[in-house]
């Protein structure tokens, strides 16, 4: 009985080492991560071979796991660079990317996990600064912000390619112009709005006009060909009909034929 706490120490000192090098020797990594394994006597970071994936892994407990995370990644930045006239403008941008997964100890060893503000945003900064200062103001404000953003994105992703960095897409989600440089380009896209409209009052009113005057000649030239074909037979004929069309009708009446100027009937009642 004496000798049990002599040997029950050992025993409990073994457990706790025990519970220790498991839980040194253990590393859980979880959803949308991936881990760096990192070698204390075995060449440091293991860079040909792939992270460990998601799950339960068991290390020697010497060695170390850094974990990154793997799906996509958003990160906003704002700059200010300069219009290829020397204006400052105001850009507000966003990349969405992730790293490198089959290239993740690579990435750990060369950049580190301060990757993003290492690698990814000077990168954005410069692909912007080169991009916006090809184009004027008025440019950045109206039409080509989908074409700077395409641009930006290509710059970037042709830099970050080679850095164990995939790009997914890059975002200007705002350009912010100096008040009075906005202003002015705000006045003079309203006078050119003003101007198309009146352009486009001007082509109506042309084409109303034409179209009226070959309604004009086509009437005129329809008279011309009734008249040429009137002959005083004919008229009076027609009246010899017309006047037989009044004759029937029910009304009382009496009818006087050759009475009438050129020998036309005559039609007297009390109607």
Known sequence: MEKLPKIGLPILILIVIGIIFVAKSTVTIGSGEAGVLYKTFGGGVVTDAPPLG?????????NKVIVYEVRQQEVFEKMQVLSSNGLEIKLDASAWFQPDYNKLGLLHQQKGE????????????????????????????????????????????????????????????????????????????????????????????KKEAERQKI????????????????????????????????????????VVVGSGKDGMPLILGNQ
């Open 54 to 62: 998601e799950g339960f892994h068991i290390v020697a407990p010497w």
């Open 114 to 205: 301060n990757y993003v503000a290492r690698v990814l945003l000077p990168t954005i900064r410069s692909a912007a600064r080169s991009v916006v200062g090809r184009y004027t103001p008025e440019q950045l404000y109206s039409s080509k912000r989908d074409a700077i953003q395409k641009e930006i994105y290509e710059e970037t992703k042709k830099i970050v390619g080679d850095q164990f960095i995939q790009l997914n897409e890059v975002l200007v989600r705002d350009v912010t112009l100096p008040p009075t440089i906005k202003e002015a380009i705000e006045r003079k896209l309203k006078q050119e709005q003003e101007a198309l409209e009146y352009e486009f009052r001007l082509e109506k009113a």
């Open 215 to 254: 309604d004009a000649e086509g009437k005129a030239v329809a008279n011309q060909i009734l008249s040429a074909s009137l002959t005083d037979k004919i008229l009076k004929e027609k009246g010899i009909e017309a006047t037989l069309q009044l004759a029937k009708s029910p009304n009382a009446k009496v």
